[in-house]
């Protein structure tokens, strides 16, 4: 999961040990396949029971039907997943139960989850060197990604964003970690 962590930390609702303030909500999560059980009824259809883990919790949960034929090549264990559905009661019971409507690979999600991402740059840290680095940055991590820029006047409490004209990055952990280093903060659109 460290290397998927600006994926998680932009893209998912919560970690999986604050599900239960989801109740009846559309939310994304991701986590490791730490559990896989393929079965079989006594019907002779698949169903599975699994564990998804993350660095707070694990969360249970069993496919059946046309969930399971969809997903059940995702779960697999050790893969990293991204999920998108919904925490909601279960039938005939107190108890919720974590729904999927969407499972990706991780890995995958950054490609169809994000269509830009945005440096927030104070206006004090801009310099000819810190332009140099960024545009060597970006010519080292060439992608499909939008690149947005916020220029912050703290001093003037202003703000200017534009869009970098024909400048695409691969917005994941790895350019997030060098925006980090220098001292720069991205987030994602």
């Not at 104070?122 to 916020?150: A, M, Q, S, W, Y």
Request: charged share 25%.
């Amino acid at each position: 999961m460290d290397d998927y962590k600006f994926e998680v930390e932009n893209l998912t609702t919560c970690g999986l040990e604050r599900i239960e303030n989801f109740k009846g909500q559309k939310i994304h999560l991701a986590g490791f396949v730490t559990k896989a059980e393929h079965r079989i009824s006594q019907r002779g259809t698949g169903w599975g029971r699994f564990t998804i883990s993350d660095y707070t919790g694990n969360l249970e949960m069993a496919l059946f039907s046309n969930d399971y034929a969809q997903f059940k090549h995702l779960f697999e264990e050790g893969n990293s997943l991204f999920l998108t559905g919904s925490y909601r009661a279960r039938y005939n019971s107190d108890e919720h139960e974590f729904r999927p409507e969407k499972v990706e690979l991780l890995e995958s999600v950054g490609g169809s989850q994000i269509s830009s991402v945005t440096l927030q740059i104070p206006v004090k840290l801009l310099t000819v060197e810190l332009l140099d680095k960024l545009d060597l940055i970006c010519k080292n991590h060439k992608g499909k990604h939008i690149l947005k820029f916020r220029l912050l006047d703290y001093t003037n409490q202003n703000a200017l964003s534009f869009a970098a004209i024909k400048r695409k990055v691969n917005a994941d952990s790895d350019f997030a970690m060098e925006m980090e280093k220098l001292g720069l903060e991205c987030s994602v659109g």
